[in-house]
């Protein structure tokens, strides 16, 4: 059974990091691509950043050019999400997520994700 877990979600200052990880279970990171994406109160979901199934290949929404970058272990077969230089605006449950494909596409399409993890929350406050 496939399932995806994230961590390392909380609340953090402006201006601070934070990183989350995902760790799948029922299947190997290095042969799939895996997507981050988000959703704040209120709004819809969208596309945070997505990692080829090498590693070699990343996309980022232009909202977090520059202060996020993601990665992966596949020995540890996780992903991360670093965040730095976090806003109010970043504020989102974070979820990642996995479809099957090993190559990312500049678009961030929900519905080409089959497995879905819970969620894990970042409050951006001072």
């Not at 609340?11 to 989350?20: A, D, E, F, I, T």
């Not at 691509?33 to 109160?41: D, K, T």
């Not at 996020?68 to 540890?76: E, L, Q």
């Not at 979820?95 to 990312?104: K, P």
């Amino acid at each position: 059974q496939v399932q995806l877990v994230e961590s390392g979600g909380g609340s953090v200052q402006p201006g601070g990091s934070l990183r989350l990880s995902c760790a799948p279970s029922g299947f190997t990171l290095e042969y799939y691509a895996i997507g981050w994406f988000r959703q704040a109160p209120g709004k819809e979901r969208e596309g945070v950043s997505c990692i080829s199934s090498s590693g070699d290949s990343t996309v980022y929404a232009d909202s977090v050019k520059g202060r996020f970058t993601i990665s992966k272990d596949n020995a540890k077969n996780t992903v991360y999400l670093q965040m730095n230089s976090l806003k109010p605006e970043d504020t989102a449950v974070y979820y990642c997520a996995e479809g099957g494909f090993s190559h990312c596409s500049d678009s961030f399409v929900e519905d080409e994700y089959e497995y879905w993890g819970q969620g894990t929350q970042v409050t951006v406050s001072s």
